[in-house]
Nanobody, 124 residues
Framework: QLPLVESGGGLVQPGESLRLSCTAFGFTLGDYTVAWFRQGPGKARQGVSC????????RYVASVQGRFTASRDNAKNAVHLQMNDLRPEDQAVYFC?????????????????WGQGTQVTVST
């Protein structure tokens, strides 16, 4: 299990934005594919976005396409998820995960190291 820490969650109103960060400690995040998953109340964990180690391949689940943007910040050994136009259905705990096997996957079973998660609450 590689050390990953998510940050940037919080409480926002619908239509507002948040930027999540996934920071790696003790290893180079740029060597890994990084994915974001989320788990809402009473729901299964869902793949939201992934970005390949080079940043060339980026994928999004359809429900966030056009609103969320994943990016790499190699200087900070981090990956960010910019989330715009947040909706109540985006409310969840967001996790980042890494692997070195797949280029970019939204399948939970493809990832073997996970962070602890950060809560995103979207409410009026």
């Amino acid at each position: 299990q590689l050390p990953l820490v998510e940050s940037g969650g919080g409480l926002v109103q619908p239509g507002e934005s948040l930027r999540l960060s996934c920071t790696a400690f003790g290893f180079t995040l740029g060597d890994y594919t990084v994915a974001w998953f989320r788990q809402g109340p009473g729901k299964a964990r869902q793949g939201v976005s992934c970005i390949s180690s080079t940043g060339y391949y980026v994928r999004y689940v359809a429900s966030v396409q056009g609103r969320f943007t994943a990016s790499r910040d190699n200087a900070k050994n981090a990956v960010h998820l910019q989330m715009n136009d947040l909706r109540p259905e985006d409310q969840a705990v967001y996790f980042c995960a890494v692997n070195q096997v797949t280029i970019c996957s939204l399948l939970e079973d493809d990832y073997d190291s996970w962070g602890q998660g950060t809560q995103v609450t979207v409410s009026t």
